[in-house]
């Protein structure tokens, strides 16, 4: 059973925001990779996105609709609707999760 998989624009703009600092701080041909696995680790959840676990920071606060992907540090947050995956954000896993996690599906 396949899903269809839809970024939100802040998901697309964090992809875009990713892209910018690792080109900027290291070489663009990193950050060109670093999209496209990006991109195939949010097109990879057409194929059992139920796999992915509920975010620990959002699991304490009873948010248990939203799930995440990895690609190390970099967390996929989406949610299942019907036959749509929505990837609301992609994250350093690095920083304030908590925080930011509450900053984006809290508003």
Avoid at 24 to 48: I, M, W
Avoid at 62 to 90: D, N
């Amino acid at each position: 059973m396949t899903f269809e998989v839809l970024l939100s624009w802040d998901a697309e703009r964090d992809i875009e925001d990713i892209a910018l600092y690792v080109a900027r701080n290291d070489a663009v041909e990193k950050a060109e990779r670093l999209v496209a696995a990006l991109e195939e680790t949010c097109l990879g959840l057409s194929e059992f996105p139920e796999r992915g676990n509920v975010p620990k920071e959002l699991e304490s606060l009873g948010m248990t609709e939203f799930r995440e992907a990895h690609y190390k540090p970099y967390r996929v947050v989406y949610r299942i609707m019907g036959r749509q995956v929505i990837v609301y954000c992609v994250l350093d896993g690095r920083r304030d999760m908590q925080s930011l996690l509450q900053r984006r599906l809290l508003r």
